[in-house]
Nanobody, 131 residues
Framework: QVQLVESGGGLVQAGDSLRLSCAAS????????MGWFRQAPGKEREFVAG????????GLLNSVNGRFTITRDNAKNTAYLQMNNLEPEDTADYYC????????????????????????WGQGTQVTVSS
């Protein structure tokens, strides 16, 4: 069973950058596709970014495309979300998630975008962007 711990959130001004980290333990990190979701007060949790098992493919929410980048470092068992040019609309709790890929050869490049796809979740880290 994988444990996920996010870090790197905080209070920043519009236009600033943050890098969120998601440290995984208790499992084989290379066997999981990873994702980042966010949830603002009064809103549903939404997909922000996902990266495939191989790291060779990534998917992003349209509104963050060109500003956010998701990466993974399998040697460090860590996934990252680099967030540049932050906007007040990015204010939310950000959650890291992992999905154990059952057919890795078939799904080597698959990016998972639904919260229902994911097996494990971190506790979240808060990002607040002031205008």
């Amino acid at each position: 069973q994988v444990q996920l711990v996010e870090s790197g959130g905080g209070l920043v001004q519009a236009g600033d950058s943050l890098r969120l980290s998601c440290a995984a333990s208790g499992g084989t990190f290379g066997g999981y596709a990873m994702g980042w979701f966010r949830q603002a007060p009064g809103k549903e949790r939404e997909f922000v970014a996902g990266i495939s098992l191989s790291g060779g493919r990534a998917g992003l929410l349209n509104s963050v495309n060109g500003r956010f980048t998701i990466t993974r470092d399998n040697a460090k068992n860590t996934a990252y979300l680099q967030m540049n040019n932050l906007e007040p609309e990015d204010t939310a709790d950000y959650y890291c998630a992992a999905v154990q890929v059952r057919s890795p050869i078939t799904n080597l490049m698959r990016v998972y975008t639904s919260p229902r796809d994911y097996d494990y979740w971190g506790q979240g880290t808060q990002v607040t962007v002031s205008s």
